[in-house]
């Protein structure tokens, strides 16, 4: 049996377009996210996933605007952070967390999605420690 020409043509492109898919998939499957440095040295027009720390003290909720504002760092550098996302009770100063959004000007970036990273070890609260109490009333949406 002998294939047309058009034929193997067209089962070229077909594997062509697979081929293609499936690096599109990869390429999006692939997540991963940058500091506040890495941020600041190279801005990013568009959405984007940033690491950092809750720097302590600066972690304020804004009741009649809804807007959680806080600064996250790496260490070197500082970026000031709005969001109308409430986080889990485990959002507090100096939390490990990975933003999704997008910057809103230089040092300045806004968040849709605010992830807490935690060790996969669970260790109960010490005695005497609580969550805190603004963070346990937006959670249970008394605030």
Known sequence: MRLRP???????????ALVALGGLVATNAVV????????AAKPV????RLYGIVVGGSVSYDRASGVLSFRLSDGQ????VTSRFLPTALFRDGVGVVLVGRSTAPGAFSADEVLIKHSAV???L???ETIPPDILQQIRGGG
């Open 77 to 80: 550098t500082t970026e000031a």
């Open 6 to 16: 058009a034929t193997i043509i067209g089962l070229g492109l077909v594997l062509a």
């Open 122 to 124: 669970y260790q109960p």
């Open 45 to 48: 027009d568009g959405p984007v």
């Open 32 to 39: 991963y996210y940058v500091t506040p440095t890495e941020l």
């Open 126 to 128: 010490k005695p005497g």
